[in-house]
C-alpha cells in the first residue's frame, strides 16, 4: 500500500502535531483504516511471538502502547464524522463500522497476548508495581473479559457476529437521527408566525434559514433553536408542529426510521451479557461502573423521583390556573408546558430571558470559563489564528499552566447540518507520557447554540450557560490529565464517575463574582445589575420538578428496557408508553429523550443503560462543591489544588471511589443533591 500520498498515514509536521485537516478528505480513511489496522495486529502478533516470560515492559506497556496510529486516525473520523460530516464521510462510517468492531474484537480475543496478561495479572500481588503500573493491569485485564476473551468456540465466535452487527446498527441509528434533524425546518413567515418572539430568537431564525439556503426564519430541531422557540411563542398551532416533530425524530417512516433497529440491537445486547454470564444488559454494563449493579442506580433514581414527581404535579396545577387567566386549554400538552412556564416565571419572579441574553454573550462567557480554569487551577489561554483547522466555527487555544503549555483546546459552539446535535467533549490525542515527556491533549468541545447573524454577538441563555461550563468541565478533565499511560488518562474513567468534573464545573456559572465580572451588557458594557442576579437566584428552584422529571423517565425508561428480557421486544414506542404510564408520568411533561431518537443509549453502549449517570455524578458534584463553600469561598486554592491533584489530574490511575474519598475524605452524601434541586 502506498503511505506516502495519504496524509493521515504521515508524520504531521503541523502546530503541535494538529491534524492537518486541508489535506485530508474522505477518500482517504478506508486506506488508511486497513493499514492501521494491518499494522496494529502486526504488533499484537509481536506481542504473542515472545518467547521471553512475561513481564510489565514487554506484555502490559507493549499492549497499552500497540495501535497508536489506528486512534490517532479513529480520533480525526470520529471528530469529523460528528462535527463536520457528508454524505461521502456517512457512507464510509457506515461500512467500516463492522470493520472496526470486527478488529477491536479480534484484539480481544488475541488468545497468546491475553494468557501473558491474565498471567501477569494473577501474580501482581508480587511484581511491585506502581499504584498506576497496577491499574493499567487491571483495567486491561478487566478489558479482556468484558469483550470475551474468556469465551471458546462458537460461543467466541458469536460474540464477534454481535460485536460487527451492533457497530453498523448504532451507526445507522446515529445517521438516522442526524438526517432527521438535518432535514427539518419549521419555516416563519411574516409577523403573525413570529409572535412572541424576541429580536435574539428571531435573529437566530433568521441565520438559521440563510444557512439552509432559504429566506424568512427557520426553526431546526437543534435543542437551541426548538426550546426557546417552544418556550416564547404564543402561536400555539405552531408549537405543537415544532414540538411533534421535535419529539419523532428516529421515529418517521422511511429509511431514517429507527424502530425497527432499536428492538435488534437491545436482543443482540441481552445475548452478549447472557454470553459473559449476566442476566441482562443492564447488569453487564454496571458491573463495571461506581454504582456496580442496576439496583443501585434505580435506588438513587428513585429517592429522587417521588419527590419530584410531587413537585412536578404541583406545577402542573399551577399551570392550569395560569392557562385559565390566559385563556389557554386547561389540558396542557407537552408543546405548552416551556411557553406557560416561562409566562409564570415572568410573572411570578419579573424574569424574563429576553432580559437577561444581553448579558451574556459567548464571546463574554467563553472568557468567564478561561477566567475560572485560571483562578482554580492556574490556566491561562491563547488563542491561535494561524493554524487552519476543519470547519471556520471552529477556534484553537494553546492552554498553558504555570507558563508551560499543557494542551489545545478547540471549541466550536455553532449548530450546523453538518454536525451532530447535543453538546460534548472529544479528543484529537489524549494526555500520555511517553519517553519521560508529557504528550500535550488535544481537546475539543463541540457546541450547538444558535448562531447570530454575521457582526451580531451570539447571545446564550442561563441554560446555554450551564452546557458551555459543563463541557469545558470535561474539556478541563482532558487538559489537566497527568498520567503515564493513556488508557488511563483523563475521562477514561466510569461512565458514572466522568460526569463529576464536568457537572461541577457548572457550579462556577453561577457565582456572583464569576457573572459580575465577565456578565456584560452587549451595548452598554455594564455589569449585569445585582437586581436581576437577585432574580435569577430566587427562580433557581423554579420548574425543577419539570426538568428533574424529564430526565428520570429518560434515566429510569433506559434502565428498564435494559433489564427486560424479552428479545421479542418489537415495538419500543409501546414500551415507552407503558413503562411511563406505570411511572406515573404526567402527559403533559414528557421526557428528555425517546427512545427512537435517544442516541445516548442507542448510537454506541458508553450510556447504554447508563443515563442515570448524570444524577450519579449530580450526587457527586454537589457534596463535592459543598467543599468550597464549606470555605466560604468558592476559588479557596487549598480546596482547588486539592481538586486538581485528587480528581482533575489523576485520571482513571486511582478508583473513582478512592479518588473522592481523598478529595472529600469521605462518601458523597445525597441531601447536597435534593438541596440544589430545591427537592429536600
Not at 477566567?371 to 484553537?396: M, N, T
Not at 464536568?502 to 457573572?515: C, F, K, R
Not at 482513571?652 to 434541586?677: C, D, H, M, Q, T
Request: glycine share 6%; proline share 5%.
Amino acid at each position: 500500500m502506498n503511505t506516502e500520498s495519504n496524509p493521515l498515514l504521515q508524520d504531521w509536521q503541523t502546530p503541535y502535531g494538529l491534524p492537518p485537516f486541508y489535506q485530508i478528505h474522505p477518500e482517504h480513511f478506508p486506506s488508511a483504516f486497513a493499514f492501521a489496522m494491518a499494522q496494529h495486529r502486526e504488533e499484537l502478533n509481536a506481542i504473542a511471538a515472545q518467547t521471553s516470560l512475561p513481564d510489565f515492559a514487554n506484555s502490559v506497556e507493549s499492549f497499552a502502547s500497540a495501535g497508536s496510529l489506528l486512534a490517532r486516525i479513529q480520533a480525526v473520523f470520529e471528530n469529523l464524522t460528528a462535527s463536520e460530516t457528508c454524505a461521502e464521510l456517512e457512507a464510509i462510517e457506515l461500512a467500516l463500522a463492522p470493520e472496526l468492531a470486527a478488529h477491536h474484537n479480534a484484539v480481544y480475543q488475541q488468545a497468546a497476548v491475553f494468557i501473558r496478561l491474565n498471567t501477569l495479572y494473577q501474580q501482581r500481588s508480587d511484581l511491585k508495581l506502581s499504584t498506576e503500573q497496577m491499574r493499567l493491569l487491571e483495567r486491561i485485564h478487566i478489558d479482556f473479559v468484558r469483550n470475551g476473551a474468556e469465551l471458546k468456540g462458537e460461543a467466541s465466535q458469536r460474540f464477534a457476529d454481535i460485536v460487527a452487527e451492533l457497530a453498523t446498527l448504532c451507526t445507522q441509528f446515529a445517521q438516522n437521527v442526524r438526517s432527521d434533524e438535518a432535514e427539518y425546518r419549521l419555516m416563519l413567515n411574516g409577523e403573525n408566525d413570529l409572535a412572541g418572539l424576541p429580536d435574539s430568537i428571531k435573529s437566530s431564525a433568521k441565520q438559521a434559514a440563510a444557512d439552509r439556503g432559504v429566506d424568512g426564519y427557520a426553526i431546526t430541531l437543534s435543542r437551541s433553536s426548538v426550546v426557546p422557540f417552544l418556550t416564547y411563542s404564543s402561536r400555539r398551532d405552531l408549537r405543537q408542529a415544532a414540538h411533534q416533530a421535535w419529539k419523532a425524530r428516529g421515529e418517521n417512516a422511511g429509511k431514517a426510521d429507527n424502530r425497527p433497529i432499536a428492538p435488534r440491537i437491545l436482543a443482540l445486547r441481552l445475548e452478549q451479557a447472557k454470553l459473559l454470564g449476566y442476566t441482562n444488559f443492564a447488569d453487564y454494563a454496571l458491573n463495571d461502573r461506581m454504582a456496580g449493579t442496576p439496583q443501585a442506580a434505580l435506588d438513587l433514581l428513585n429517592k429522587v423521583w417521588q419527590p419530584a414527581l410531587q413537585r412536578v404535579l404541583e406545577e402542573q396545577a399551577d399551570l392550569q390556573t395560569l392557562a385559565a387567566e390566559l385563556g389557554e386549554p386547561l389540558d396542557i400538552e407537552p408543546w405548552d408546558w416551556f411557553y406557560l412556564a416561562e409566562q409564570q416565571r415572568l410573572a411570578r419572579f419579573d424574569l424574563d430571558d429576553a432580559e437577561i441574553k444581553p448579558y451574556f454573550a459567548l464571546e463574554n462567557m467563553i472568557a468567564a470559563a478561561f477566567d475560572c480554569a485560571g483562578r482554580l487551577f492556574g490556566l491561562s489561554f491563547k488563542e491561535r489564528f494561524d493554524v487552519p483547522l476543519y470547519h471556520p466555527d471552529a477556534r484553537l487555544w494553546e492552554v498553558s499552566r504555570h507558563g508551560s503549555v499543557i494542551g489545545l483546546f478547540i471549541g466550536d459552539n455553532f449548530s450546523r447540518t453538518s454536525k451532530q446535535g447535543g453538546a460534548w467533549m472529544h479528543e484529537f490525542r489524549t494526555q500520555s507520557c511517553s519517553n519521560g515527556q508529557r504528550v500535550l491533549p488535544i481537546v475539543i468541545n463541540n457546541n450547538n447554540f444558535s448562531k447570530a447573524p454575521a457582526g451580531q454577538p451570539t447571545l446564550l441563555s442561563f441554560d446555554d450557560v450551564r452546557t458551555l461550563f459543563h463541557e469545558f468541565g470535561h474539556g478541563l478533565h482532558g487538559l489537566l490529565s497527568d498520567v503515564q499511560y493513556k488508557r488511563l488518562a483523563g475521562p477514561s474513567v466510569a461512565q458514572d464517575y466522568v460526569e463529576l468534573p464536568s457537572q461541577l464545573y457548572e457550579n462556577w456559572a453561577e457565582q456572583d463574582e464569576v457573572l459580575k465580572k465577565h456578565a456584560l451588557h452587549i451595548k452598554t458594557g455594564e455589569a449585569i445589575p445585582d437586581a436581576l442576579l437577585a432574580k435569577i437566584k430566587n427562580a433557581r428552584f423554579f420548574n425543577q420538578g419539570f426538568e428533574t422529571v424529564r430526565y428520570l423517565g429518560s434515566a429510569l425508561l433506559d434502565l428498564q428496557i435494559h433489564l427486560d428480557l424479552s428479545s421479542d421486544l418489537h415495538d419500543i414506542s409501546h414500551f415507552e408508553q407503558k413503562t411511563l404510564a406505570k411511572m406515573g408520568l404526567p402527559k403533559a411533561v414528557g421526557i428528555n429523550h425517546r427512545l427512537p431518537h435517544f442516541g445516548h443509549i442507542f448510537a454506541g453502549d458508553d450510556y447504554a443503560a447508563g443515563y442515570y449517570v448524570y444524577m450519579w455524578a449530580e450526587v457527586l458534584e454537589a457534596d463535592a462543591f459543598d467543599a468550597f463553600i464549606e470555605c466560604g469561598n468558592p476559588f479557596d486554592p487549598a480546596t482547588a489544588e486539592r481538586l486538581y491533584r485528587t480528581i482533575y489530574s489523576v485520571g482513571n490511575s486511582i478508583a473513582p471511589a478512592s479518588a473522592y474519598l481523598a478529595f472529600r475524605g469521605r462518601s458523597a452524601e445525597v441531601i447536597p443533591l435534593l438541596r440544589k434541586r430545591g427537592l429536600n
